[in-house]
Antibody, heavy 126, light 107 residues
Framework: QVQLQESGPGLVKPSETLSLTCTVS????????WNWIRQPAGKGLEWIGL???????NYNPSLKSRVTLSVDTSKNQFSLKLSSVTAADTAVYYC????????????????????WGLGTKVTVSS | DIQMTQSPSSLSASVGDRVTITCQAT??????LNWYQQKPGKAPNLLIY???TLETGVPSRFSGSGSGTHFTFTISSLQPEDTATYYC?????????FGQGTKVEIK
């Protein structure tokens, strides 16, 4: 079955760029939307953005000026870069697959983050 | 952005109790709503999609209802393993947004 694994530095200095990679195993990265979601300690979930396997992206407007997502289909990986980080960016970062389908009437029956990575904790501190 | 507001933010109930969580959207999202369960130190896990459809393998004590802007998530008979935080999430529009979560504990 498909599994996701986040990787990257656990500590980033303020004003620098946070870089994480999500490796997809057990299946192809092609033909899916791949997402990054983060969760500060003790708080809720914030969707960061998504990338399609072709490279099309959509970002949360609250982070859009600082986020770049990319995909490497040859490595079955997609990546997140978040620039100019501050302590407010300290969080557990998850990668997740978006799966969706329509029913026979054309109703969007299913659209969910169906597979998640384990998450990786990133701390922004000098 | 569509804002999702859950209530309560936390609750404590006894084993066997019926537990209800509500989720309100700031605009009509039809039934484009998911519910996730998150246990400490784990990633969220999808329980319900399309507001009321149980994901495969999810126990039948979990259920969801609602459409438009008001949604309800129910555990019909709370079990010890249901201790977790529950999140609603809309998929009517981008950006995808989550409720702030409801922490469910056993009394």
């Amino acid at each position: 079955q498909v599994q996701l694994q986040e990787s990257g530095p656990g500590l980033v200095k303020p004003s620098e760029t946070l870089s994480l990679t999500c490796t997809v195993s057990g299946g192809s990265i092609s033909d899916f939307y791949w997402n990054w979601i983060r969760q500060p300690a003790g708080k809720g979930l914030e969707w960061i953005g998504l990338i399609y396997s072709s490279g099309n992206t959509n970002y949360n407007p609250s982070l859009k000026s600082r986020v770049t997502l990319s995909v490497d289909t040859s490595k079955n990986q997609f990546s997140l870069k978040l620039s100019s980080v501050t302590a407010a960016d300290t969080a557990v970062y998850y990668c997740a697959r978006r799966q969706y389908y329509y029913d026979s009437t054309g109703h969007l029956k299913f659209d969910a983050f169906d597979i998640w990575g384990l998450g990786t904790k990133v701390t922004v501190s000098s | 952005d569509i804002q999702m507001t859950q209530s309560p933010s936390s609750l404590s109930a006894s084993v066997g109790d019926r537990v209800t969580i509500t989720c309100q959207a700031t605009q009509d999202i039809s039934t484009f709503l998911n519910w996730y369960q998150q246990k400490p130190g784990k990633a969220p896990n999808l329980l319900i999609y399309d507001a009321s459809t149980l994901e495969t393998g999810v126990p039948s004590r979990f259920s969801g209802s609602g459409s438009g802007t008001h949604f309800t998530f129910t555990i019909s008979s709370l079990q010890p393993e249901d201790t977790a935080t529950y999140y609603c999430q809309q998929y009517d529009n981008l950006p995808r947004t989550f409720g702030q979560g409801t922490k469910v504990e056993i009394k």
